[in-house]
Nanobody, 125 residues
């Protein structure tokens, strides 16, 4: 069973930085594209960022462009989401999703096959 596992959430002040990580258990990490989504209380889940299985393609939501960076280290079987200049509106549960061997990426949550449990990020003003 393929299972993404997130780590790195926490509580920070506005303007601070935080780095989330995601790894995959149950399969070969390098075969998977990974995406980050977030869901705030009372809101629908929204796309944040994604990186292809080769690492050659990335995709960002407009709301995080220039502040968040997604990267992967296949030697460590880990994808990172570096979040800078955090804002209170970034507060949400951040989840990692993955899909095997696709050359394209999608912002649609239904496109992704496997999901992690999520990690809470709280940004206070």
């Amino acid at each position: 069973q393929v299972q993404p596992v997130e780590a790195g959430g926490g509580s920070v002040q506005a303007g601070d930085s935080l780095r989330l990580s995601c790894t995959i258990s149950g399969s070969i990490f390098t075969f998977y594209s990974l995406g980050w989504f977030r869901q705030a209380p009372g809101k629908e889940r929204e796309f944040v960022a994604a990186i292809s299985w080769t690492g050659g393609t990335t995709l960002y939501a407009d709301s995080v462009k220039g502040r968040f960076t997604v990267s992967r280290d296949n030697a460590k079987n880990t994808v990172y989401l570096q979040m800078n200049s955090l804002k209170p509106e970034d507060t949400a549960v951040y989840s990692c999703a993955c899909k095997r061997l696709q050359s394209v990426l999608s912002m649609a949550s239904a496109w992704w096959d496997y999901w992690g449990q999520g990690t809470q990020v709280t940004v206070s003003s």
